[in-house]
Structures are given as C-alpha cells and as structure tokens.
Nanobody
Framework: QVQLVESGGGLVQAGGSLRLSCAAS????????TGWFRQAPGKEREFVAG????????HYAASVNERFTISRDNAKNTVYLQMNSLKPEDTAVYYC?????????????????WGRGTQVTVSS
C-alpha cells in the first residue's frame, strides 16, 4: 500500500515557476515508476511527466517538454515536479501517481495509487 500527498501548488503569473512535491508512505515506493498527471475543468486527466523507479529514465508530454522537470529522492520517498515558464493552459489540478512497473507508463489506467491532487493556477 502506498499513500501519496501532493503539495506546492498555488497561484502564479504566466512565466513564473512552481515546484510540486509528492510525499509517499510505504516501503515499496522506491520500487516503482511514478508519474504526474493533471486535470483541467471539463477535460480528461492527462499524463504530464514520469520517472522510472531509479530516476534514470524520464518521459514528458510534448506540451511540457523542456519546461518541466521530474525528479525523485527515494531516500526521502519524494518525487518532485519543477515547473518553469508556466502558461495559463497549465492551470489544472496536478496529481501524483505510482504505477505497477519499474518503467514509465503514460496511461491513467496504468497507475495504481493516486494522491488527492494540488491546484495550480497560472494567471495571464
């Protein structure tokens, strides 16, 4: 069992930065890939970024590539999402999730455990 708690969301102006954190409980956290997803009002939840169990492999959605960076510290049971050059279209609730495998997956249904999310709002 893994429990996830996101933090770091907030209101920021376009062009600004935020760093999200996902704190996990459970011994098995470090064995599995972790991802960040987001969901805007009226839209489906979408993949943002993912990182393999050991942090050596990452994958990003095209819309955030070169602006967002995912990282993890297994010793602290924490995954981070550094978000730079934020745009109004990045506004959404951001969720952290842990999948069933060691490799990054991009599908919502590939992930087993989910946090409750943190709101990110980017003003123009």
């Amino acid at each position: 069992q893994v429990q996830l708690v996101e933090s770091g969301g907030g209101l920021v102006q376009a062009g600004g930065s935020l760093r999200l954190s996902c704190a996990a409980s459970g011994r098995t956290f470090g064995r599995y890939a972790t991802g960040w997803f987001r969901q805007a009002p009226g839209k489906e939840r979408e993949f943002v970024a993912g990182i393999s169990w050991n942090g050596l492999n990452t994958h990003y959605a095209a819309s955030v590539n070169e602006r967002f960076t995912i990282s993890r510290d297994n010793a602290k049971n924490t995954v981070y999402l550094q978000m730079n050059s934020l745009k109004p279209e990045d506004t959404a609730v951001y969720y952290c999730a842990v999948t069933y495998t060691t490799s990054v997956l991009v599908g919502v249904y590939d992930y087993r455990y989910w946090g409750r999310g943190t709101q990110v709002t980017v003003s123009s």
